[in-house]
């Protein structure tokens, strides 16, 4: 073919490289799972539409429809902007919110205890419940009293009140008192840091004269049942040191047997009342010649031997007899102190006599020391007469009680 006739030929033909189509042009439409460059036809386009442009819902994205109101309960519909503006401007923001007009808020439990809104009936709910007249055993609220004469225990004094006792009470640190002072007066044995009282100082501080004092004490004293009984029921330590002396010598005189604990009155029929202050007192003036030179110890009997014990001393001991622990009063002596005792006395320097009842385990216990056999006879009414008899008794020693010296 010649190049004149092929010419108006090409120029009927689209290039190869950006072709310019006119007319209606077509082409084979492409499948719809095509995604390469094949020519995308209408058909093609309008395929695809129809399958990715479908109404939009709460599971599948697609085309929606706006409302202009926020009355709608559709799902399927978006607002519009201008609604979002009226949401903006009318409602609070999460976050430190200000609120207007009178909001309102469901009301909590009363035990609530978090962060939810409490409301006005919640709070007057809770005053009722919590905030309650103060009492002593509940704290709550209080009324002020503006006195010092008040007993009520459900008021509390005004801080002028406070001022007032500030101003009339004396400092319990190093306080100076003024007018006429008093105070309890303490009890003869106290020895502390009670304050001593006039009446204190001339009752329990022991006068001079002490003997003619307490022979005035008891001057007038008769042996009598009903005074035993009331001595007996008087507590010693509410009595001034003379009064407690006489005391203790009529309850020694006037008990039976003499006992110092468990006192009951003693009488007899063949003689005269024990307490007679016109022999009593001779003897005690006797008593106190002999004993001026004494020195008298107030020690456990263990203390005292290790105290006194030298190669030219001689102890007496006495213990409670063997069964009688307990007459000297309870724990002061106990049985197992027999076997104490005879031990320490093993190992004295000094010398020793001890009297005891005979009883098999006396004996066994003291049986390294000499053992000398007396009869004594003894009765608790004073009376050989009623109940007096003869009674072993046993002087155990560390020397020969026979020897001179």
Not at 61 to 82: E, W
Request: charged share 20%.
């Amino acid at each position: 073919m010649t190049a004149a006739r092929l010419a108006p030929l090409l120029a009927e033909k689209a290039g190869l490289d950006s072709p310019a189509l006119a007319g209606s042009p077509t082409a084979p439409t492409p499948a719809q799972a095509s995604n390469n460059d094949r020519l995308a036809t209408t058909a093609f386009v309008r395929a695809a539409l129809d399958t990715a442009l479908v109404a939009a819902t709460t599971s599948v994205a697609g085309i929606v429809r706006l409302y202009d109101g926020l009355n709608s309960t559709s799902s399927v519909m978006a607002l519009t902007a201008a609604q979002g503006k009226v949401l903006q401007d009318t409602k609070a923001d999460l976050a430190s919110p200000t609120f207007t007009g009178a909001p309102t808020a469901p009301t909590p439990a009363v035990a609530a205890d978090n962060e939810r809104i409490a409301n006005t009936s919640w709070v007057r709910t809770l005053l009722a419940t919590v905030v309650v007249p103060a009492t002593t055993a509940v704290a709550g609220i209080v009324r002020l009293h503006n006195s010092l004469g008040s007993t009520a225990i459900d008021q509390a004094l005004t801080a002028a009140q406070g001022k007032v006792l500030q101003d009339t009470k004396a400092p319990i640190a190093s306080p100076s008192f003024t007018g006429a002072p008093t105070s309890p007066t303490a009890g003869p044995a106290n020895n502390s840091d009670l304050v001593a009282t006039t009446a204190w100082v001339r009752r329990f501080v022991l006068p001079p004269g002490c003997v003619a004092a307490f022979a005035t004490s008891a001057r007038f004293q008769l042996t009598t049942r009903a005074e035993f009984e009331r001595l007996v029921a008087t507590d010693p330590d509410t009595l001034t040191d003379l009064e407690r002396a006489a005391r203790f010598l009529y309850l020694q005189r006037t008990a039976f047997g003499g006992k110092v604990r468990g006192q009951n009155f003693g009488v007899s029929s063949h003689r005269s009342g024990r307490f007679n202050l016109t022999t009593l007192e001779p003897m005690l003036e006797d008593l106190h010649s002999r004993l001026a030179g004494v020195i008298v110890e107030c020690l456990d009997w263990g203390d005292f031997l290790a105290r006194y014990d030298r190669p030219e001393t001689l102890f007496y001991l006495d213990p409670p007899y063997w069964g009688s622990e307990t007459d000297y009063g309870r724990g002061m002596f106990r049985r197992e102190d027999f076997g104490l005792m005879a031990e320490r006395l093993a190992g004295l320097q000094g010398r020793f006599l001890l009297s005891i009842n005979d009883v098999p385990e006396i004996r066994a216990i003291f049986g390294r020391f000499r053992i000398a056999e007396v009869t004594t006879t003894y009765s608790i009414s004073g009376s050989a007469k009623s109940n007096g008899m003869a009674r072993p008794e046993l002087l155990v020693s560390n020397w020969d009680i026979g020897e001179p010296g």
